[in-house]
């Protein structure tokens, strides 16, 4: 088999200017070709590369299209010209689809997912973030694009740190309180692959911050889930509206006040998988692509 590492140029190896958390390309690429060894070629390449490149190979993995949040059409078109062409791609254009746009969580809930109280503006701005702070009675909000990942664009404000009166977010977002577990307990997550779980960690901001992911200091630790955390995941897996799971899903979750698990994202299209927490991550995706492959 001949695989497609689907990249951007910021974390492409040779790029002039990448991305600091572009370690996290290598460490991914790494661990899928030490799993796949002799039964398949990975080759790290630009999704935007033209066309004719990327249908020479038979399986097209999205592992750091990380610039995709701002090209979400031309993302969709991208792979679904290559599932025309014949490519496999992992996950499904369906899939990436439905999960680009966050609005998904809006789905999982009414599915029975426990979720964080969530706001859906259309272009937040001052007035939105007064009206949430008040709706969930609390001191402080996250304002998220609906469209994005890593946590860019997000923000966060609070009553005595207001956004400007004329500021808005300049796309459709989401508000959402601010959850003080992430800075203590952290957030969790769960890897799957082809709906089982893989390796479960949990993820914790640097001192001082509530983002969790490397690029604004994060660390990771490695983490034997309690049966009913992961029996929580493995619910949110099995509420995904696909007849046949994810060939990877890294479903992240926080607890709240009654020690229940919530879900703060199903990430399907570009996560980073967390190689180095689970060792076998590697075989265990090469055999389910393997075997999805030949299906």
């Not at 991208?78 to 809006?106: F, H, Q, S």
């Not at 509420?239 to 926080?254: G, K, N, S, T, W």
Request: glycine letters at 8%.
């Amino acid at each position: 088999m001949k695989i497609a590492f689907l990249a951007c140029p910021t974390t492409l190896p040779d790029s002039p200017t990448r991305r600091p958390d572009a370690f996290e390309h290598d460490l991914q690429l790494a661990a899928l070709r030490d799993g796949f060894g002799t039964r398949a070629e990975v080759q790290d390449i630009d999704w935007r590369a033209p066309l004719d490149e990327l249908t020479g190979y038979d399986l097209a993995y999205l592992g750091t299209p990380w610039d995709y949040t701002d090209a979400k059409d031309e993302f969709l078109a991208r792979l679904t010209a290559l599932e025309t062409a014949g490519v496999m791609v992992c996950n499904p254009v369906e899939v990436i689809r439905w999960n680009a746009d966050k609005l998904y969580l809006k789905e999982l809930a009414a599915r029975g997912a426990p979720a964080i109280p969530t706001l859906w503006p259309e272009n937040p701005g001052r007035a939105e973030v007064l009206s949430a702070l008040d709706q969930f009675q609390c001191d402080k909000v996250v304002v998220k694009r609906r469209v994005g990942s890593g946590a860019v664009g997000q923000h966060c404000f609070s009553r005595d740190d207001l956004p400007a009166a004329d500021w808005h977010l300049g796309q459709a977002g989401m508000i959402q309180p601010f959850l003080t577990v992430i800075q203590s307990e952290g957030e969790l997550s769960f890897i799957f692959i082809g709906g089982e779980l893989c390796h479960a960690l949990v993820k914790r901001p640097q001192s001082g911050d509530y983002r969790i992911q490397s690029l604004y200091g994060g660390r990771e630790e490695a983490l034997d889930p309690a049966p009913a955390d992961r029996a929580a995941a493995e619910a949110v897996m099995a509420m995904l509206p696909f007849d046949q799971a994810p060939l990877y899903a890294r479903i992240d979750m926080v607890r709240l006040g009654g020690g229940q698990l919530a879900v703060i994202e199903a990430e399907l299209i570009e996560p980073y998988l967390y190689p180095e927490q689970g060792p076998s991550l590697g075989k265990m995706f090469a055999q389910a692509a393997i075997n999805r492959f030949a299906s």
